[in-house]
């Protein structure tokens, strides 16, 4: 009976012009004026018109008592939100070993779910984007990668030469995300700037300011959608 379910809903978008996206953000904020912020508002106003957006999302913005769970549900503003819990603290973990732990979460838990139109994901952390990429091509759908800021990870740069050779492989994987995607999202002209000195996309370029006017952030990145022919 769950296929069956799964099977008309996917029928009824298809029939009614309407596509399933999927989301990627570790930070979705659904509160405040964070970076996730922005994903936030996109969401709620795609599912507004009759989009059917699933969140893969961590859980520090969203603050669920999830306790020992590795996962929780929620429905917001017509969104579907899936937080993960990948467990420990930054303190004792450290960050980035929290974010490559939901990354690899995120991956697995995408391919669980009714098939994607559109895979939407925020970089960083670097490991987001090529958990992104791997379901874009499990799914065999377009990739739409925002790109925050440029750090040290991305670039390779930095003192500490092991911890160099240790992001080598995520560095390579998100750069590989970064040129295959059919489109990237900017914050800024300078971020855009500084990734063109790293890597060349093959995919469309599309800036949008990190702003409070999200009305105008949602009519530019329909100019996104449009552009990939989803719209």
Not at 11 to 40: C, D, K, M, W, Y
Not at 146 to 154: A, F, Q, T, V, Y
Not at 162 to 187: M, P
Not at 208 to 225: A, I, Q, R, S, W
């Amino acid at each position: 009976m769950h296929g069956i379910k799964h099977l008309y809903s996917e029928l009824f978008l298809r029939e009614n012009g309407l596509l399933h996206i999927l989301i990627l953000h570790q930070s979705f904020a659904v509160n405040g004026s964070t970076p996730g912020r922005r994903f936030f508002e996109i969401g709620r106003r795609l599912a507004g018109e009759g989009h059917q957006v699933t969140v893969i999302t961590g859980n520090s913005e969203l603050g669920l008592s999830l306790g020992q769970k590795r996962i929780g549900l929620q429905q917001r503003e017509g969104m579907a939100i899936i937080a993960l819990n990948p467990g420990g603290r930054p303190k004792k973990k450290g960050q980035e070993r929290i974010s490559a732990a939901f990354a690899r979460q995120a991956a697995r838990q995408g391919r669980r779910l009714p098939p994607p139109d559109l895979v939407l994901a925020s970089s960083p952390p670097l490991d987001l984007a090529g958990a992104a990429f791997s379901l874009s091509s499990f799914y065999r759908v377009p990739l739409v990668l925002e790109i925050g800021r440029i750090g040290d990870s991305l670039t390779g740069s930095g003192d500490n030469l092991l911890e160099r050779i240790f992001h080598f492989s995520v560095r390579r994987n998100a750069l590989k995300a970064y040129c295959r995607a059919e489109s990237i999202i900017f914050t800024s002209r300078e971020t855009a700037l500084a990734a063109t000195e790293i890597f060349v996309p093959f995919g469309m370029v599309s800036a949008l300011p990190d702003e409070g006017d999200f009305e105008n952030t949602f009519l530019e990145f329909n100019k996104v959608m449009a552009a990939l022919r989803l719209r």
